[in-house]
């Protein structure tokens, strides 16, 4: 006869009593891509089933979304012309800005997550200013413009702002740009450990932002270090972060559960490019059964400790949560 731990699984109502974690199609954030131009939507080799879109075609998605329960996006520009600074971004009729005024005016009901970072707007793909000697990111002229920028996203009527670009004091510049502009209702979501991927590959390719020389190891972090991933999210807790991030997310479940248990702010993951792209690549390969491995991952951040995961499967996830 059944013991222990068996008793308890063979009846499936019971078994669903017993379910310690659960997942909700309010967890998700949705990531959008959007260029200039009208009917664009663009497929990327990839990443299948995500698109560059304009923003006629990006409204039309929010009503998708919207039907799907999805009420949450996260934007990426990309611009039609790109400079060493990142010009784009920081004008108020960059796509950035655009895209968000459109999605606002036409969906007040959204809420409207934009990704705040230079490396989709700047010539060489880098995530800031250049330093000219040094030939790295310049840390507190990018602060500045940063500040700058996230004041274009609030002007535009964004919701929440999510800085990517792992300045050090990138929180408390974009707290101080945004206060100081009358901004001091718009939360912060903070990529507060982001590692140095990989995993950003096909990300690169949609987002049309990889650099055009070296890599971001002098500003993301050593995929190696635990401890440092805690000392960062805690730090841009102390800067003034509402939400922290972990990111990538699958290969750094242990990193989602050390920030959870060091600090008591809502924390998101970032179900990234690369380890979307691998699930779609096996499920279309016929070598895994795409839905299931996809929800026992998803459902994984959350046990991990994630409140929030950003995930290109939102909308596959919510068709099965909602039993269409
Ligand atoms: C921009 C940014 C990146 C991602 C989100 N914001 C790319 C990068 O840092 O190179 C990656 C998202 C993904 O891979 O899905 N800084
Ligand atoms: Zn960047």
Do not use: W
């Not at 954030?29 to 698109?51: N, Q, R, T």
């Not at 990309?78 to 010009?87: L, M, R, Y």
């Not at 919701?159 to 901004?183: K, N, Q, V, Y």
């Not at 809502?266 to 279309?284: D, F, H, I, Q, T």
Request: net charge negative.
């Amino acid at each position: 006869m059944f013991k222990r731990f068996r008793r308890k699984r063979y009846n499936p109502v019971l078994r669903d009593l017993l379910q310690e974690t659960h997942l909700r199609v309010e967890d998700f954030i949705y990531p959008l891509f959007i260029k200039p131009g009208s009917g664009i939507k663009e497929e990327v080799a990839s990443m299948p089933d995500v698109y560059q879109m304009s923003i006629d075609e990006m409204i039309k998605e929010c009503e998708t979304l919207k039907s799907l329960g999805i009420y949450s996006i996260i934007l990426f520009g990309i611009p039609a012309t790109k400079d060493s600074v990142g010009s784009d971004a920081l004008c108020d009729h960059g796509i950035i800005a655009e895209a968000i005024r459109a999605v606002k005016k036409a969906h007040p009901d959204m809420f409207v997550v934009s990704d705040l970072c230079f490396c989709e707007y700047t010539d060489h793909g880098h995530c800031g200013v250049l330093d000219p000697v040094l030939h790295t990111v310049d840390n507190d002229i990018t602060l500045a413009n940063l500040g700058l920028q996230a004041q274009v996203h609030a002007r535009a009527g964004v919701d929440m702002i999510a800085p990517s670009g792992m300045m050090d004091g990138m929180i408390t510049a974009i707290r101080e740009g945004l206060d100081s502009g009358g901004f001091e209702h718009i939360p912060i979501m903070s990529y507060s450990s982001k590692f140095a991927s990989a995993y950003y590959g096909p990300f690169r390719d949609v987002a049309e932002s990889a650099p055009s020389f070296g890599d971001r190891r002098s500003y993301q972090m050593n995929p190696a270090n635990r401890n440092e991933a805690i000392l960062e999210s805690l730090a841009d807790e102390e800067e003034g972060a509402d939400i922290l991030m972990v990111k990538p997310a699958l290969a750094y479940l242990d990193i989602i559960r050390d920030v959870k248990n060091h600090s008591k702010l809502p924390l998101a993951c970032y179900n990234v490019s690369g380890e979307y792209s691998m699930l779609k690549m096996a499920g279309r390969a016929g070598v895994i059964d795409y839905d299931r491995v996809m929800m026992e991952t998803l459902i994984a951040f959350k046990r991990a400790g994630a409140d929030i995961i950003i995930t290109y499967h939102a909308k596959e996830a919510a068709k099965i949560l909602r039993g269409a």
